[in-house]
């Protein structure tokens, strides 16, 4: 019969023994299952009847699967006033889900009534929780493996030399760069090691005329030969008749020996607008010869980058026009001048800058100012940087910690200290002019260490 046919649909309530509840509910669907609850039959006028089976308390209810709901009737309530197409469709949507056995199981256990399942109702969004549903809880259990996977021997299977030897035979025969096999370690270079080398590289690069007496070697392992004073003193004069004079000379000097003495005082941990509180002492101690206008110009410089310097340097009557010069741009800046030791700080200094002795006047050693003045280097316990220092045959009053040269080393002893180089700006072909032949050893500074060999 069709659903138009239907004109009035009562559910009619049979009591039974010691069971007083409904068979049905006005606000759900029913679904009866066959042999449990209610059933449906047609009656005369054509309506619905529902009929009420006594079932035994004893027998087991069995829950039926979502294969069987096709065969069940519907008791459908007047409220919800469906067709029969609808209804069709609705329990078709149900028995093809893949989740209504897993809710149906939920369903049995909770307060519901054990023989009844309620359907939800279809829409957008219980269509989305469906296949939500089905992604999570649509494989059967059944299908879940008992048995652990084994991880072990299924690691042993794989042939870790023989898949490296594959790809290396491989890179081979095609002509790639190796990889190399796992034992293999691949070589590894600094930022400063050339990776491509083209030529071996040569270690001496400077070769002067005359035996050298000492050996001194750069951090890069180029040695570099001390020479006699009497062909450093050469080299000058060539140097100062083509265009290299002494004031030129002089500022190199100073430039080189303020970033060296800025270096040893600390440098930016030490200089910086945050450390005014500690300024750096330098007490530069200076004779009347250019060895002492050298030390004048470093003094200028290092007072020029906020570093508190006390200069001393003997009066003498008649001064040499270079010192002359010095002093009077000296004077422009915040250092202090002194020509007697008792002007000399007597707390300990950051550093001391020795330039008193000299190459040739050796007679100022037995002065008074000079002996009273090594004196008080002596005891004031501070580090020393002699620059430019005689050679080593003539006896040094002040033992210094580091010893800066000029252009090429001459031969320092060891109460020299630590013999650093500075350039100063020599031209190549001048060193070939006096017959040496050079190669720049510097890089990229303009003062580097040297080691003895």
Not at 10 to 24: A, F, V, W
Not at 175 to 195: F, L, M, V, W
Not at 303 to 323: A, G, T
Request: include cysteine.
């Amino acid at each position: 019969f069709r659903a138009g046919d239907i004109t009035e649909l009562k559910i009619l309530e049979i009591p039974g023994p010691g069971d007083s509840r409904q068979c049905g509910d006005s606000q759900h669907m029913d679904v009866a299952m066959p042999g449990v609850g209610c059933q449906v039959g047609p009656s005369q006028n054509g309506t619905g009847k529902v009929l009420k089976k006594p079932m035994s308390s004893s027998a087991p209810q069995n829950i039926p699967r979502r294969t069987d709901m096709k065969s069940q009737d519907i008791v459908i309530s007047p409220q919800q006033q469906c067709s029969k197409s609808y209804m069709d469709r609705h329990m078709e949507t149900l028995s093809q889900s893949k989740g209504f056995r897993r809710r149906h199981n939920s369903w049995s256990s909770s307060s519901r009534h054990p023989n009844q399942v309620t359907p939800k109702k279809s829409g957008l969004k219980n269509g989305q929780m469906k296949s939500k549903d089905d992604e999570c809880f649509g494989d059967d259990i059944d299908e879940i493996p008992d048995t652990d996977f084994d991880f072990e021997g299924n690691l042993a299977l794989f042939d870790k030399a023989a898949v490296f030897e594959e790809i290396e035979t491989y890179e081979r025969r095609s002509g790639t760069r190796s990889r190399g096999t796992p034992n293999e370690k691949p070589a590894r270079y600094r930022h400063d090691e050339n990776i491509l080398e083209s030529e071996p590289i040569v270690y001496r690069r400077i070769v002067v005329p005359q035996n050298p007496h000492k050996e001194f070697c750069t951090d890069s392992g180029l040695v570099v030969p001390s020479v006699s004073y009497e062909l450093h003193k050469k080299l000058l004069a060539v140097a100062e008749k083509h265009g290299l004079t002494l004031e030129r000379r002089l500022e190199m000097t100073g430039v080189c020996a303020s970033q060296m003495a800025l270096s040893l005082l600390g440098g930016p941990n030490r200089l910086n607008p945050k450390n005014v509180h500690q300024r750096p002492t330098v007490a530069l101690l200076c004779g009347p010869h250019v060895k002492g206008a050298q030390g004048i110009s470093c003094g200028r410089h290092l007072s020029n980058h906020d570093v508190h310097v006390i200069l001393f340097l003997p009066n003498f009557v008649k001064m040499l026009e270079p010192i002359t010069n010095e002093l009077n741009l000296f004077s422009k800046t915040q250092g202090q001048q002194v020509s007697s030791v008792k002007d000399l700080p007597d707390t300990p200094v950051d550093l001391v800058i020795n330039c008193l002795d000299c190459h040739e006047n050796a007679f100022l050693r037995d002065q008074p100012w000079y002996k009273a003045v090594v004196d008080w280097a002596n005891q004031n316990r501070a580090p020393v940087l002699s620059i430019d220092p005689p050679i080593s045959e003539m006896e040094l009053g002040i033992d210094a910690k580091w010893s800066l040269a000029l252009g090429l080393p001459l031969p320092l002893g060891e109460r020299a200290g630590r013999v650093y180089l500075c350039d100063i700006g020599i031209p190549q072909k001048v060193f070939q002019e006096v017959g040496i032949n050079y190669h720049s050893p510097f890089g990229c500074k303009f003062v580097i260490p040297l080691h003895s060999t």
